[in-house]
């Protein structure tokens, strides 16, 4: 079965600066995608950035960037001038691209604080 | 376009007591998913639908049941609650097939057990 392992529990970040959040997965799969997830206060899930696991192109969507080596294993989510509306759970997923429909596997979440 | 709701948004119970937890998508998403969420575990799948009429069991299906009679929406049952089942659930619809990579989440529902 595949796992994700998110070994941040908490991070904090100052207003303006940049944040790197880790996420590791284990899985036996060559087809698959990988997800950052950001839950505010409001409980929302909301999608930050997707990747998919056969294109070598690190995904990005404005200030969030994504370092995914697949050898490794990892697929770290970069936050680039933090802003105070960051602040959130951060969830990374996954998900196999091979096995018809499969759910989404999550890891256990980081806690982001902004400092003002 | 509401894309995926939930009702309710909070609920107390006292445990042995009964409920039915909706969701309802309006994107017309073959899949649709339960989960929950405890503090220090992630989200976790209770059940899952890959069509009108059928369901599956996740990773912890036990003391819930499903129902996906229409399309567009999906039932969570808990027949007798218990404390346990404090947690926050959420549902999720997706695409099928290898479009459906992306699953888009309600607002969640506050259970509370007592």
């Known amino acids: 079965a595949q796992t994700v392992t998110q070994s941040q529990p908490e991070m904090s970040v100052q207003e303006a600066e940049t944040v790197t959040l880790s996420c590791t997965y284990d899985?036996?799969?060559?087809?698959?995608?990988l997800f950052w997830y950001k839950q505010p206060p409001s409980r929302q899930m909301i999608l930050v950035i997707r990747?998919?696991?056969?294109?070598?192109q690190n995904a990005t969507e404005n200030r969030f960037s994504v370092n995914f080596q697949k050898a490794a294993k990892s697929f770290s989510l970069k936050i680039s001038d933090s802003q105070l509306g960051d602040a959130a759970m951060y969830f990374c997923?996954?998900?196999?691209?091979?096995?018809?429909?499969?759910?989404?596997?999550f890891g256990k979440g980081t806690r982001l604080s902004v400092i003002a | 376009n509401a894309g995926v709701t939930q009702t309710p948004k909070f609920r107390v119970l006292k445990t042995g007591q009964s409920m039915t937890l909706l969701c309802a998508q309006d994107?017309?998403?073959?899949?649709m998913y339960w989960y929950r969420q405890d503090p220090g575990m992630g989200l976790r799948l209770i059940h899952y639908?890959?069509?009108?009429?059928?369901?599956a069991k996740g990773e912890v299906p036990d003391g819930y049941n499903v129902s996906r009679l229409k399309k567009q929406n999906f039932l969570l049952g808990l027949e007798s609650a218990a404390p346990s089942q404090t947690s926050v659930y959420f549902c999720?619809?997706?695409?099928?097939?290898?479009?459906?990579?992306?699953?888009?989440f309600g607002p969640g529902t506050r259970l509370l057990v007592l």
């Open positions: 999720a619809s997706s695409y099928s097939g290898r479009w459906g990579e992306t699953q888009y």
């Open positions: 899985t036996s799969e060559s087809d698959y995608y």
């Open positions: 990747q998919e696991a056969y294109k070598q």
């Open positions: 997923a996954y998900r196999s691209a091979i096995r018809g429909n499969t759910p989404l596997v």
């Open positions: 994107m017309n998403h073959e899949y």
């Open positions: 639908s890959v069509g009108e009429g059928t369901t």
